[in-house]
């Protein structure tokens, strides 16, 4: 999957369009209408702050509501329903920091099917499929059969991404309606989408890894590096955009009791 910031070319006239928000949040969008050789057909979205890792907790509060509203406009744009079965997949190796935002975020997200209704209406599932390298089987494989086994009307996809705009880097909420190739920065695995599991799909990812060769013509191979500070980067993005996915499907409830809920006593 090609997000926004990893285009080498003017995306202007796919409808791009910015809208700086309070808070220095800006929102990126962009629709693409027609099937072509730069970006699949689907919406795109970015949510970034550039001072996030400095910005007090009302920054961080206004940037998880941003990310919720951006989340159920994919909900509403898929036709999702409030009980739908959705199964939330956290992809990348979590024994590599830069890589495990996806094994974090679901860590942190409360898996609401077998909850009692009367509390919350969502049934959420939660699923951390590791890499093809640990595990011995394609992540493709994995996702496909526990979404096929639980009937899950979405899948939300959540990876780290890997950047060729350095500004994106560590601080934009990417988001697409399209699917992702888990380990597709290094050519691994299958695709995950509608198209090739027939169920709905959103991912959502941060950059955290810039790939040298990119950045450098004195650099001939693939050659991926991460901010120094990344431990900290990575736990910052899980908590914000765990906290966004529990406000859309767990609406009722508090950060609070959602803590109790996953780590009872």
């Known amino acids: 999957m090609k997000m926004i910031d990893e285009a080498d070319f003017d995306y202007g006239k796919y409808g791009f369009k910015e809208k700086i928000k309070s808070g220095g949040i800006v929102v990126s969008c962009m629709d693409v209408e027609n099937e072509n050789c730069d970006f699949k057909k689907g919406s795109y979205k970015i949510v970034s702050c550039k001072n996030l890792f400095i910005a007090p907790k009302n920054i961080q509060r206004m940037l998880e509501q941003e990310i919720s509203k951006q989340i159920k406009s994919f909900l509403t744009k ?6 739908d079965t959705i199964l939330i997949c956290g992809l990348g190796n979590g024994e590599i ?6 094994e974090k975020t679901c860590k942190k997200i409360l898996p609401t099917k077998l909850l009692n209704k009367k509390i919350v209406k969502s049934n959420v599932c939660t699923i951390c499929p590791n890499v093809q390298a640990i595990t011995g089987m394609p ?20 990876d780290s991404f890997l950047t060729n705009n350095i500004k994106r880097l560590g601080h934009s909420f990417q988001m697409s309606d399209t699917g992702i190739i888990p380990g597709g920065a290094l050519n691994f695995n299958k695709e995950i989408s509608f198209e090739t599991t027939n169920v709905k799909c959103i991912t959502i990812g941060v950059p955290f890894m810039l790939n040298l060769r990119e950045l450098s013509n004195s650099v001939n191979k693939d050659i991926v590096v991460a901010p120094k500070d990344i431990k900290f980067m990575v736990e910052r ?9 529990n406000k859309v499907f767990s609406p009722d409830l508090k950060k609070t009791e959602i803590m109790e809920l996953l780590n009872p006593i």
Request: with cysteine.
């Open 78 to 83: 898929l036709n999702i329903l409030e009980n």
């Open 97 to 102: 920091v830069a890589d495990s935002l996806g």
């Open 139 to 158: 992540t493709f494989d994995i996702v496909c059969g526990v979404a096929k086994q639980i009937n899950a009307n979405l899948i939300v996809l959540i």
């Open 237 to 245: 993005c899980s908590t914000i955009l765990a906290n966004s996915l």
